[in-house]
């Protein structure tokens, strides 16, 4: 396995490490596929045939450890939505947020604020 290629959603190509890939394939209970991985295919398939994507990775989740579901959260503030992810989650995802999109510019909702 290597880096991850992806496209942001600005369209962008960025590459995702290796080690990050891997740690979150060790938190997940279910499994993460990628195009090489028996299953991809078949996970990727969606009942509209006229679909046909072929994302740089797929998290099947095995369940709600697995899923955050901070969109149901209302107002509650950064305490709560860090709270929701835990701390070893939520520090990767704010080191994720500062590589990734350090700018901040999607920032409604439950958001994760990059470190200055």
Do not use: W
């Not at 993460?32 to 991809?40: H, K, S």
């Not at 369940?63 to 939520?90: C, F």
């Amino acid at each position: 396995m290597s880096d991850v290629q992806v496209l942001t959603a600005t369209g962008e190509q960025t590459t995702i490490e290796e080690v990050l890939v891997k740690q979150l394939q060790t938190a997940l209970r279910g499994e993460l596929l990628r195009a090489e991985d028996d299953g991809y295919d078949q996970a990727r398939t969606v009942f509209n045939a006229m679909i046909d994507k072929r994302p740089a990775m797929i998290v099947r989740c095995a369940g709600a450890t697995d899923a955050v579901y901070v969109n149901y959260l209302g107002e509650e503030g950064a305490d709560r939505v860090k709270a929701a992810y835990g701390p070893e989650k939520y520090a990767r995802l704010v080191a994720l947020k500062n590589k990734y999109h350090p700018t901040n510019l999607f920032r409604s909702n439950q958001n994760i604020r990059p470190v200055p």
